[in-house]
């Protein structure tokens, strides 16, 4: 059988041991002609093994000695070594075997590559910084391109991502968050992309909206709704933990977890979560007032245009009493300073 099904070496011995194969192959026709001077005349010099690193088979680590021959040209008197198709001179191992790192490098770690396929840790860095280092950010070539600017924290700081909105994909990842990281990365893109950029969704995060403001200004800036809403739920929970101070020891034992019935939408509760919702909203009056502030602020995003989106926003506020005032601060000074961007969603 051709366990190794490299159609261009024929396989000479075959020596299989508890964790891994060897293999002793050589290739299948010899050159026709001189690197050098593309003469046919030539004598076989020498043999030289080299050994070569493969994908693994049946879980054990495959390693293929290569019987390579040098040869001498009878023309220009010069020598040579046949080439090795399929195999990666550099990094002695073949391409499959890069190639199937690199892709696997993508979704799990190094170490446990290293450990299938017989290789150093640090070769399987090498090979994934190569393949790193060659790719291009994919923006997707459209008409009209959504474009998503968050971040995510990674190795110990706050990374900037860019991403295509409508197609969920991942565009690019930036090193930093910075306002000057940003404008670069966008002064960089292609004028037919940056042309075709109709929206940018974000978050509150100043130097996104500077940077856009500044090298996208035709486009149309949305705040998305996961970042209004998560504002909202963390004034809910400054009410929350403020009454919480004043309650005994068993007492915040027994409603440790109900801040997430708390913060869930009412219509998502079944009959006991209701009860028990309602046995603190009718104990603590503050609470009340910032649950239902929580909930009527959900109807805003169900409204179907921008006018109808303000005018109920403007409702709501009229509702913030003077005891929650304080804690409904950082959703209300967000509104004010980034309300076109907001209020954006419905257009």
Request: glycine residues 2%.
């Amino acid at each position: 059988m051709d366990l190794l099904g490299l159609a261009d070496f024929h396989v000479l011995v075959v020596d299989e041991h508890p964790y891994d194969f060897h293999f002793q192959v050589v290739l299948t026709a010899p050159p026709l002609q001189c690197v050098h001077c593309r003469q046919n005349k030539l004598h076989r010099h020498e043999t030289k093994p080299q050994l070569f690193m493969d994908l693994p088979i049946r879980g054990k680590r495959v390693g293929i000695a290569v019987q390579r021959r040098r040869f001498l040209c009878c023309a220009c008197r010069r020598t040579f070594f046949e080439s090795l198709p399929g195999m990666n001179e550099c990094h002695f191992m073949t391409n499959r075997l890069i190639d199937y790192i690199q892709q696997e490098a993508l979704r799990r770690t190094f170490v446990s590559i290293a450990d299938e396929v017989g290789l150093a840790e640090s070769t399987i860095r090498a090979l994934f910084g190569e393949f790193a280092a060659n790719l291009q950010p994919r923006v997707p070539e459209t008409e009209l391109l959504y474009l998503g600017i968050d971040e995510l924290y990674l190795l110990h700081q706050y990374r900037c991502v860019i991403t295509d909105v409508e197609r969920h994909q991942i565009i690019d990842l930036l090193r930093e968050r910075t306002k000057p990281t940003v404008i670069s990365y966008l002064q960089r893109l292609p004028e037919a992309i940056k042309e075709h950029i109709a929206v940018v969704c974000t978050d509150m995060w100043a130097s996104y909206h500077d940077a856009v403001r500044e090298v996208l200004p035709h486009a149309n800036l949305v705040v998305d709704k996961f970042h209004v809403l998560k504002l909202l739920s963390g004034c809910l929970e400054t009410v929350r933990k403020e009454v919480r101070t004043s309650l005994t020891d068993k007492q915040r034992r027994t409603l440790m977890h109900d801040r997430f019935l708390l913060l869930r939408r009412e219509s998502s509760l079944d009959e006991q979560e209701i009860l028990i919702v309602e046995a603190w909203l009718k104990n603590f009056s503050r609470l009340e007032t910032a649950y239902h502030l929580k909930e009527t602020f959900y109807d805003i995003y169900e409204a179907q245009t921008e006018e109808a989106a303000l005018q109920r926003y403007f409702a709501w506020f009229a509702d913030i009493t003077p005891s929650v005032y304080e804690a409904f601060l950082p959703l209300t000074l967000a509104i004010e300073h980034y309300g076109d961007a907001i209020f954006n969603y419905f257009t």
